[in-house]
Structure formats: C-alpha cells, structure tokens
C-alpha cells in the first residue's frame, strides 16, 4: 500500500479531515449541517476503522473532495480505542486529522433528550443520566486527546453553526484560531477551556460606586483595571507563555485554542483583561473571537 497513503495520483495534498464526535444531544448533527453548509464533504454515523478507507477514496478524486468531515459516535465498536488509533495512523501518515469534541452538561442534555421524547442510546433499562454517565466515561479519553471541545450548553443553534463557521470557515497553513472568553467564577469554569487566567487578584470594580452600573468593556472601568497594581504585569507576562504555547501548538498541529479569563462575576475585571489579552494574540497573528459569557448576568 505504501506511497499512495501519503500522497495521491498527480502530486495532490491529501484531504483534510475534521473528525465531529462528543456527547449524544450535544449538537453533532448541527455541527456537520455546518461543515457541509461550508462545503465539507460529510459521512455521518461512520466506523472509525473506515475513516481511512474513506481518505483514500477521497485522495483518487484528484482535489474534487478536499475536505471531509466524518460524525463518529459512541455506538461504534470499540470506539475509543478505535478512533483514537486511527486518528493517529492517519497523522502517521501525512494527514491532518482533528478531532471535535461537543460536550454539554448533565443537565443540558437530560432536557434536550426530553425535549424530543427519545431514549438515549446507551439508556438501556436504566435512566436517562445512566446512559449520559455511561457515554461521558466511555468517551473520558477521546475528550482528553480532542483538538477542540466546543461546549454547547448554552449555544442555541444558530450560535454553534456560528462558531463551526468560526473555525473552520476558511482553511489557512500554520494558523491559530483562539476564543477567549470571560466568565465569573461563581458562575462555574467554562468546560472547554484550554487555559484559564484567573484576575481576582486585581480590586473589584464592583465595589467602587460609580464603576459599578458599567463593565470592562467601558473605558472608566477598564483605566481603573489597568491601573492596579499587577495588572501590567500580568499580562506582559501571560503575553510571553502565549508566545510560547503558539509556536508549540502550531508544531503539535494544533490550531484551536479557548483561553478562559475569570474574575468573581465575570462583568468587570475579566472582561477588560480579557478585550487586552485578545489584543495582544492579534497582534502575534492569532484569529480571535471574544465571548463575554457572563457580561449580563447578576
């Protein structure tokens, strides 16, 4: 078999694969509506052992299908094992294969499964949150080696679509993509987070009466932000590990990245630091998308 697993007829780069797998009732079927909608080339409900037989059919078509997004789910057999050794034989052999994960609450996926009145299928006998369970640790590892986890709990439609769109909207060489959102503390960590920078350690706003109505997003609240003492530093310093994490995630063939920036509500000083450390992945070339998660709430 040889050669014609790296390249294909006529010196053509082989496809790029994006593998959709997570959660049942996380949005997966959005997701590859989504990369279809893009012009991805779309296989739902695929083996994971097939995923290979699919890249080489896709290779002989001389560049008519370079990208292909697969939708795996947990009722494949030997599925972890399966997928995660075949999405390194896939990079052993040239090809970029990342893997999505869609993750969502506990809570979250019980009323989605309720919504539409079906059973989910690991379920069996037993309750709903034992199938959910018993899915969550089947999948614990494929979450763990996945280039991006999106989670969906709080995304309507529209807003996933949105952000597959986001990511994967344009195909670009050595590039890094970043999400970076504010979150309060007391509102619980982003599960998706790949880094988390904590700024309580700055003076709360929120104690300063006038300050109090507005958010980081102000200019009189993100002044006072900078202004204390630490906050220079701070992000000059978390500047240089980003420059770090960068070039390694680019060698690593890692091209998404959510950076978590959290204050105790999410409303003042991690929305500030967080609009000051997107300006400055900008500047390293980064495509960033802000999220202030928690700005509107109490």
Known sequence: MGDDHVTNPGGELPPEIVIVTGMSGAGRSTAARA??????????????????????LAGRTHGAVPRVAAVVDVRSMAFTQDLLSTAEELRGRGIAARVVFLEASDETLVRRFESVRRPHPLQGDGRLTDGISRERELLRAVRGEADLVIDTSQ?????????????????????????????????????????????????????????????GRDEPVRDYVLAQRGAKELLDSYTEVLRLLIAGY?????????????????????????????????????????????????
């Not at 909207?169 to 503390?185: D, I, P, Q, Y």
């Not at 709360?204 to 300050?211: C, G």
């Open 250 to 298: 680019l060698r690593e063939g890692k091209h998404y990245m959510t950076l978590a920036v959290g204050c105790t509500g999410g409303r003042h000083r991690s929305v500030a630091m967080s609009e000051q450390l997107a300006g400055r992945l900008r500047e390293e070339g980064v495509e960033v998308n802000i999220i202030h998660r928690d700005l509107e709430r109490e």
């Open 155 to 215: 995304l309507n439609v529209h807003q996933l679509k949105a952000k597959m769109v986001g990511f994967f909207g344009e195909s670009k060489e050595a590039h890094l993509r970043a999400n970076v959102v504010s979150f309060g503390f007391k509102h619980g960590l982003p599960v998706d987070a790949d880094l988390v920078v904590d700024c309580r350690f700055l003076p709360n706003p929120h104690w300063v009466p006038d300050l109090r109505p507005m958010s």
């Open 35 to 56: 990369l279809e909608d893009l012009d991805w080339f779309v296989v739902d409900n695929l083996p994971p052992g097939l995923l290979p037989t699919m890249i080489d």
